[in-house]
Protein backbone atom coordinates (compact mmCIF):
# COMPACT_ATOMS: atom_id res chain seq x y z
CA UNK A 1 0.00 0.00 0.00
CA UNK A 2 1.48 3.34 -0.87
CA UNK A 3 0.49 7.16 0.14
CA UNK A 4 1.92 9.86 -2.60
CA UNK A 5 1.86 13.36 -1.35
CA UNK A 6 2.85 15.70 -4.29
CA UNK A 7 2.49 18.82 -6.45
CA UNK A 8 1.47 18.69 -10.08
CA UNK A 9 3.44 22.21 -11.17
CA UNK A 10 0.40 23.82 -12.44
CA UNK A 11 -0.89 24.96 -8.64
CA UNK A 12 -1.86 21.48 -6.91
CA UNK A 13 -1.50 19.22 -4.80
CA UNK A 14 -2.09 15.71 -5.45
CA UNK A 15 -2.69 13.15 -2.98
CA UNK A 16 -2.90 9.06 -4.28
CA UNK A 17 -3.88 6.68 -1.24
CA UNK A 18 -5.35 3.15 -1.03
CA UNK A 19 -8.86 2.89 -0.63
CA UNK A 20 -9.54 2.68 2.39
CA UNK A 21 -12.78 4.48 4.48
CA UNK A 22 -11.02 6.21 7.42
CA UNK A 23 -8.54 7.94 4.99
CA UNK A 24 -11.24 9.10 2.40
CA UNK A 25 -13.17 10.36 5.61
CA UNK A 26 -10.08 12.40 6.41
CA UNK A 27 -9.17 13.66 2.61
CA UNK A 28 -13.31 14.44 2.18
CA UNK A 29 -13.33 16.58 5.48
CA UNK A 30 -10.33 18.97 3.90
CA UNK A 31 -11.93 21.99 1.98
CA UNK A 32 -10.60 22.23 -1.25
CA UNK A 33 -10.02 18.79 -1.88
CA UNK A 34 -11.57 17.14 -4.71
CA UNK A 35 -11.58 13.52 -6.24
CA UNK A 36 -10.12 12.99 -9.63
CA UNK A 37 -12.14 9.88 -10.64
CA UNK A 38 -10.18 9.90 -14.21
CA UNK A 39 -6.98 9.73 -12.40
CA UNK A 40 -8.07 8.20 -8.77
CA UNK A 41 -6.11 10.79 -6.99
CA UNK A 42 -7.13 13.50 -4.95
CA UNK A 43 -6.58 17.05 -5.53
CA UNK A 44 -5.95 20.18 -3.66
CA UNK A 45 -5.70 23.33 -5.21
CA UNK A 46 -2.66 25.17 -3.73
CA UNK A 47 -4.56 27.93 -2.44
CA UNK A 48 -2.86 29.60 0.47
CA UNK A 49 -6.42 28.27 3.04
CA UNK A 50 -6.65 25.13 1.17
CA UNK A 51 -3.09 24.05 2.36
CA UNK A 52 -3.55 25.51 5.83
CA UNK A 53 -6.75 23.22 6.23
CA UNK A 54 -4.75 20.49 5.12
CA UNK A 55 -1.74 21.03 7.18
CA UNK A 56 -4.33 21.88 9.87
CA UNK A 57 -6.00 18.37 9.34
CA UNK A 58 -2.64 16.64 9.19
CA UNK A 59 -1.53 17.87 12.57
CA UNK A 60 -4.67 17.36 13.82
CA UNK A 61 -5.65 13.51 12.81
CA UNK A 62 -1.61 13.36 12.28
CA UNK A 63 -0.57 11.88 8.64
CA UNK A 64 1.05 8.87 10.77
CA UNK A 65 -2.53 7.62 12.36
CA UNK A 66 -3.64 8.13 8.50
CA UNK A 67 -0.37 5.88 7.46
CA UNK A 68 -1.46 3.51 10.15
CA UNK A 69 -4.94 3.05 8.99
CA UNK A 70 -4.00 2.14 5.24
CA UNK A 71 -0.95 0.00 6.04
CA UNK A 72 1.38 2.62 5.71
CA UNK A 73 5.22 1.82 6.80
CA UNK A 74 6.62 4.31 9.17
CA UNK A 75 9.60 4.78 6.56
CA UNK A 76 6.58 5.48 4.24
CA UNK A 77 5.25 8.26 6.32
CA UNK A 78 8.30 9.50 6.54
CA UNK A 79 8.52 10.34 3.32
CA UNK A 80 5.57 11.89 2.42
CA UNK A 81 6.65 14.42 5.05
CA UNK A 82 9.45 14.94 3.68
CA UNK A 83 7.79 15.75 0.27
CA UNK A 84 6.00 17.54 1.51
CA UNK A 85 8.29 20.20 3.40
CA UNK A 86 9.98 19.51 -0.37
CA UNK A 87 6.33 21.11 -1.76
CA UNK A 88 6.83 23.87 0.08
CA UNK A 89 10.21 24.63 0.13
CA UNK A 90 9.69 24.79 -3.64
CA UNK A 91 6.62 26.22 -4.47
CA UNK A 92 6.20 28.64 -1.74
CA UNK A 93 10.21 29.25 -0.81
CA UNK A 94 9.01 33.11 0.82
CA UNK A 95 7.11 31.03 3.78
CA UNK A 96 9.26 30.86 6.78
CA UNK A 97 8.80 28.51 8.66
CA UNK A 98 8.24 26.24 6.54
CA UNK A 99 4.76 24.82 7.35
CA UNK A 100 5.58 21.29 7.03
CA UNK A 101 8.30 21.45 9.57
CA UNK A 102 5.78 21.13 12.14
CA UNK A 103 4.27 17.89 11.63
CA UNK A 104 5.54 15.72 14.03
CA UNK A 105 7.62 12.52 12.85
CA UNK A 106 7.61 9.63 15.03
CA UNK A 107 11.96 8.86 15.46
CA UNK A 108 12.57 5.23 15.11
CA UNK A 109 13.38 3.86 18.96
CA UNK A 110 16.91 3.50 19.88
CA UNK A 111 17.95 -0.31 20.60
CA UNK A 112 21.06 -0.49 22.73
CA UNK A 113 23.26 -3.29 23.03
CA UNK A 114 22.79 -5.93 25.42
CA UNK A 115 25.31 -5.72 28.07
CA UNK A 116 27.66 -9.15 29.44
CA UNK A 117 28.57 -9.22 32.92
CA UNK A 118 31.59 -10.57 34.28
CA UNK A 119 30.46 -13.98 34.30
CA UNK A 120 29.54 -14.19 30.85
CA UNK A 121 32.70 -12.58 29.61
CA UNK A 122 34.75 -14.89 31.48
CA UNK A 123 33.27 -18.33 30.07
CA UNK A 124 33.01 -16.49 26.91
CA UNK A 125 37.11 -16.04 26.82
CA UNK A 126 36.99 -19.78 28.67
CA UNK A 127 35.51 -21.22 25.54
CA UNK A 128 37.94 -20.09 23.27
CA UNK A 129 40.54 -22.91 22.42
CA UNK A 130 43.82 -20.89 21.51
CA UNK A 131 45.45 -18.40 23.64
CA UNK A 132 45.74 -15.91 20.61
CA UNK A 133 41.83 -16.07 20.33
CA UNK A 134 41.36 -15.37 23.97
CA UNK A 135 43.83 -12.25 23.44
CA UNK A 136 42.25 -10.88 20.42
CA UNK A 137 38.54 -11.25 22.00
CA UNK A 138 39.97 -10.26 25.89
CA UNK A 139 41.75 -6.72 23.85
CA UNK A 140 38.93 -5.71 21.71
CA UNK A 141 36.17 -6.37 24.96
CA UNK A 142 38.40 -4.03 26.78
CA UNK A 143 38.74 -1.40 23.95
CA UNK A 144 35.35 -1.12 24.02
CA UNK A 145 34.60 -0.68 27.88
CA UNK A 146 37.88 1.82 27.42
CA UNK A 147 35.80 3.97 24.78
CA UNK A 148 32.55 3.81 26.36
CA UNK A 149 34.42 5.03 29.53
CA UNK A 150 35.63 7.61 28.15
CA UNK A 151 32.24 8.80 26.40
CA UNK A 152 30.57 8.86 29.49
Same mark, same amino acid.
Given at each position: MRLSIRGDGRGHLIVKT?????????LRSIPGMQWDQANKNWILDDSQSNLDAFLEKLHHTGLFSLADSIGLSRSGAVHCVSALRHFFRINYPHRYP?????????RQSKK???? =? &??????? @? *??? =? &??????? @? *??LAYSYEEAKSFVLR
Open positions: PYHPGAIKVNPADSIPVPYPDI =L &SKEEVFE @L *LGS =L &STIKHRF @L *LS
